[in-house]
């Protein structure tokens, strides 16, 4: 009679630690494992050169010129980082002007080391510049840099125009 009765309370407690401790889900969950999760979408993007042959010679020109006037260079940024749309009340306006120049970069801007600011900006020409619309996308963004102060130098490769605009404007170190 003992023994009934101990097995009927380990059948009672096996019963009960079955609904606390959900054995059996645990028990599936080990024999039927959940899928592995799925796999990570494949990056459409690799990773580039930033300067081209033709921008990273003329940069390794260029650098110790800008050097001997303590002043630093930083390449391929974008026009609209250089200068901003005026406030105007016309929204469709603004965004009309700010998407003319959110998509052009300059080659090279020379900044003071202090407060980063731009002060001359250069665009290495090649014989793409001489294609209509690279002609009249020139214009613009001289027109732009004329309009807002910033001196730009348009140069085939040499430095004679730069080292004048920085003897002019700046002391060597």
Not at 91 to 119: R, Y
Not at 139 to 154: N, R, Y
Request: with cysteine.
């Amino acid at each position: 009679m003992e023994t009934i009765w101990l097995l009927l309370f380990l059948v009672v407690i096996l019963v009960f630690s079955n609904k606390f401790f959900n054995f059996t889900d645990m028990i599936k969950k080990y024999r039927n494992p959940p899928p592995p999760p799925p796999p990570e979408p494949e990056c459409l993007y690799q990773k580039r050169i930033l300067l081209t042959k033709n921008e990273h010679n003329f940069y390794q020109k260029l650098k110790p010129l800008v050097d001997e006037y303590g002043l630093h260079i930083i390449v391929k940024t974008r026009l609209a980082d250089l200068v901003e749309v005026k406030p105007l009340d016309d929204k469709s306006k603004w965004a009309e002007c700010f998407n003319k120049i959110k998509s052009k970069h300059i080659d090279f801007v020379i900044t003071e080391p202090d407060e980063m600011t731009a002060e001359c900006l250069i665009e290495l020409q090649d014989s793409s510049h001489d294609e209509p619309d690279r002609i009249e996308r020139d214009k613009f963004v001289k027109s732009v840099c004329d309009g807002t102060g910033l001196p730009i130098i348009m140069t085939y490769g040499e430095t004679d125009e730069i080292e004048k605009y920085l003897d002019e404007n700046w002391e060597k170190l």
